[in-house]
Nanobody
Framework: QVQLEESGGGLVQPGESLRLSCKSS???????MKWYRQAPGKQRELVASISNTLATTYADSVKGRFTIDRINAHNLVWLQMNNLRPEDTAVYYCNAKKPYFPDYWGQGTPVTVAS
């Protein structure tokens, strides 16, 4: 079973940056890795993904501000978040997915963007 641990969340002001990390307990090279977020009272939404072939996708709301990356050798996935906005406030979750296997989720790391 894959265990994912997120870190790097915190309280920042609008316009500032954060870098979230997701560390896997097992190799991730076969997995598509994703970051989701869930704001209070809202459904969980996909923020960014990076496939096992390094193809990336982003939600429209974060394009140009967020960057997802991975280092398979270290079982790490990052989410660089720049120019943060109050509407980016949420708990951010790391997800690992590959065909015919269940999804794996981390416990989440909270991000608060406020003046």
């Amino acid at each position: 079973q894959v265990q994912l641990e997120e870190s790097g969340g915190g309280l920042v002001q609008p316009g500032e940056s954060l870098r979230l990390s997701c560390k896997s307990s097992k190799p991730i090279f076969e997995y598509d890795m994703k970051w989701y977020r869930q704001a209070p009272g809202k459904q969980r939404e996909l923020v960014a993904s990076i496939s096992n072939t390094l193809a990336t996708t982003y939600a429209d709301s974060v394009k140009g501000r967020f960057t997802i990356d991975r280092i398979n050798a270290h079982n790490l996935v990052w989410l660089q978040m720049n120019n943060l906005r109050p509407e980016d406030t949420a708990v951010y979750y790391c997800n690992a997915k590959k065909p015919y296997f269940p999804d794996y989720w981390g416990q989440g790391t909270p991000v608060t963007v406020a003046s």
